[in-house]
Each structure stands twice: as C-alpha cells, then as structure tokens.
C-alpha cells in the first residue's frame, strides 16, 4: 500500500507540472508484484519510475507514439484510472466508458487524460488491442501484430476486447535504456583460481586467496533448476583470468566474502550473466548503483526467453502426500508448491504404535526424508507405516530366589518367555522380552532335606499330603 500511495502521489506531481513534446512515445512497464502493466507519454514519468522503482516496474520500451496534446479536431483523449486496491491501471479513449467508470466503480480514481489518440484509423496510424487479464485483474494493451497473435494463442487467460484507439507508430526519440555498466575504479590482478557457482568466485588477490560474491545478482542454489549451467557459464567467461573487482558501498558480506563488481576487459560479468538469462537481477541495499541495469537485462531476458526463463518455466508444482494407513503418520514438504527446476524435502514423522517402513510415489529413499530435486511437474509420494506393538520387558516369577530339591519348571516368570532351565543348582534362566523389551535374569537354589522331612518339588515340606502341593502326594497318603 505505501508504494502504491508513493507511486501515485509522484506521477500526479508529474503530470500536472511536466510538459511533454507536441508526439511522443508511450513508454511501457510490467508490475513485477501484479503482472498488469503501466503506460505513460511522459518522459520525466518514464524516467522517475525506471530510476526509483527499478524492482516494483520493469521498463519494456516504447509501444506506440501519441499526442500529447490535442492539435488535430480529429484526435480524443485517452483518459487514464487507477484502482485504489490493487493499483493497477486502466486506459479507456471513449466517454461513455470513463462516465460509466466514475459512476459506478469508486475503487477506481479517475487521474485525467494521459494523451490523444484516435477513435477512426488515419493514414499512419496503427491499432491498439485491448486485452483484459484476468489473473492481474488489468487490462494490456499492444500495437503489436505478433504479439497480439502470441497472447490470443498462448495466454488463455487474457481475454480480447477489440481495439481501444489507433496511435502512431513508435519514433526515435533518442531515448537510451540502462546497459551494462563500465569500471571506474576497480581493483586490478585478481586472478580467478576457482568458480564455486554462479554467482560466487575465488580470486588470488596480491597473494591472498579471497571468495567473491557478484553483487546484483542472484543464480540457482545446488539442487535448483539451471544451478549447474549457471556455474559453467560464468566458468567459461571468468574461469583461469584476470579480472578487474569493484566495490559498491559494502566491503563483505556475513559470510566474509567481497562484495564487487567483475569486469573482464571492460566487460560487466554481472551483467552479462543476468541478460543471458543465466541470473536473477536481486537487489541488495545499500549496493545498488546498477541495479536499474540489471532489472532492464532482466527483462531482456526473459522478454527472449534466454536461459532460466526457457529452461525454467511453469509451475508452480504441488506435492501431494499421503500415509498408508492413514492413521499410521504424516507427511508434510518444504517447500510445497515448488517453483520450476526447484527442490523440495519430504519427511515422514510416524505415529504412536507405528514406525516407517517405505516411500513409494515419486520417492524412492530409504530414509524417513526424501528430497525431490529439479522439479518440473506436479509430484505424488506416500509414505507406508507398519504397526509395532508395545514392548515386553521379561520380569522373573516367584521361583527366582527360592530354594528347590530339583529343576524348577513353573512360576519362572510373571512377563516374557522363559528360556530353558540350566545349571544342576543352582538353576539358571531369563524372561525374555518381546517386541524390543528388556531381559531379566533369574535363579533358583538348591534345598537341602532336614531329618524326617520328605521334600517336594515346589521346594516345600511336609510330613503329611495335605501340606504337599503338585506332584508331592503318594498313593498311601504320604508326600514323596
């Protein structure tokens, strides 16, 4: 919103005090935040926007030439709105359209006539096509033939809405776009030993082997789409050279690593890596001193579909999950959609009473996290959990510890399964755990008989066969 109110207060202050030539070019903008665009006849607007909102509007050059003031009878205003919510703008050449706009759509600021055109075609003059976008919510309008015919086939999303006026054809008006960038005061001898990425090179500096990160500019991460042609290539521009460094504001950056300009005879690498399409222009305060260059080699860019913005496109593409059993976990990614050549990490996180066992889909990793690299298409993974049951940890019975004539054979555990009795006596076992719990390690005793005391075989002792338990009681009435 402040850059909407920054933007407007600025061109309304420009409209009323600047005067502009009797035929001039309409200069064209895309908002990089909305994709609608923004057209202007004045050249001082062309150029407070180019100069202060170098990342918000992208400058795509003239589209057509206009009055800029009404001297033929013949010619009608083109009067020029903006939408207070999203910002955009809307141009309309006839009456009825602009009352009907006024009356009925108070979103819509009313900011007067921007030039003069024509409602009838006249000799020198061309059409322009009205589309309306419906993403952006804004209409686009061109003088192009070809780019009319490209947009009707390969945007199905921008809907045709005739011709808005006719205007001249564009004329030189020696107006010269930012380009690269020549050195002013760069350091000399530094020697390129290593390109670590695209935007990242080691350089021997009088001796001293420094990291230099290239400022302006921004190239995939390792794993990212075009990471890998992004590295070649400045390899093949800078690698095993000499080239000129120049500093901006900053010195280093967090990481240590110098913050230049590079140059190579005179050749601004910077800029060259951003208009093949091989770098994002980024803006990095307070070095910005090209940073209107390099959003117009930028645009260049991807107006040619160079680089990035052929090999990169779409998206962006989402990763659907899942969990077999449903209850057996979750999965989630990061990030998710994923932009076009990007990479995204998926982790599976189990359940209670559940562990993972295995990714099928899109994911073929062994692990509980599995990461998807270069990303082109919508991706479906699932990720399977098995069910465990809690752990049994063994606990003796009560014949550990007690005092036996023979092998004890029951009551050797309240948990776990018991292993085989051993050992002559004292008799040793353990109850084993189940399910990953722990063993516990028991034994019995040997007792000794007394006189006149027959023994059982639970360890007891009686003279009588009521005293005696299991096994104990003879056929005539005694205990054995």
Known sequence: ?????????????????????????????????????????????????????????????????????????????????????????????????????????????????????YQEQTPDTTPVYRFWNEIAQAPFYTASEIEKA?????????????????????????????????????????????????????????????????????????????????????????????????????????YDRLLRYVYLNGDDINYRMVREGYAKAAEYPPDTAHAQSFAYAEMLAKRDGLGRWAGCVGGPFWITTSSSPSNGGAVSCNPNPVEAGGATTCTAQAAGGFAFSSWSGDCTNSGTSCTLSDVRSDKDLTATFSQVTAPVHGVCGSSNGASFSSRPFYSLCNSGTASSVTGNGPWYWACNGSDGGGDDPCMAYVRSSSPGTIMCNDGTRSPTCTSCTRGCCSSHGGCR
């Open 150 to 254: 490209a947009i009707e086939q390969d945007y199905p999303h921008f809907t045709y809405q005739g011709v808005a006026w006719y205007s001249g054809y564009v004329v030189n008006d020696g107006f010269v776009p930012p380009g690269p960038s020549e050195p002013i005061n760069p350091t000399l001898g530094a020697y390129v030993s290593r390109v670590v990425d695209g935007d990242t090179i080691r350089v021997d500096l009088a001796g001293i082997d420094e990291p230099v990160r290239l400022i302006g500019i921004d190239t995939p991460e390792r794993g990212e789409c075009f990471y890998d042609e992004a590295t070649v290539r400045l390899s093949d521009l800078v690698l095993g050279t000499n080239v000129q460094l120049e500093q901006d504001v900053s010195d280093r950056d967090r």
């Open 1 to 117: 919103m402040l850059l909407r109110i920054l933007l407007s207060t600025a061109l309304a202050f420009l409209s009323v005090t600047l005067c502009a030539a009797e035929s001039t070019n309409v200069y064209r903008f895309i908002n990089t935040q909305s994709s609608s665009h923004f057209y202007t006849v004045w050249p001082q607007e062309r150029d407070w926007v180019i100069n202060n909102l170098p990342y918000n509007y992208i400058y795509e050059g003239p589209s057509w030439s206009a009055l800029a003031e009404n001297n033929e009878h013949s010619a009608v205003p083109v009067y020029r709105f903006r939408n207070l919510n999203t910002g955009v703008w809307f141009y309309t050449a006839y009456d009825d359209e602009k009352n009907t706009i006024i009356e009925t759509l108070p979103d819509w600021t009313y900011e007067g006539i921007s030039w003069y055109a």
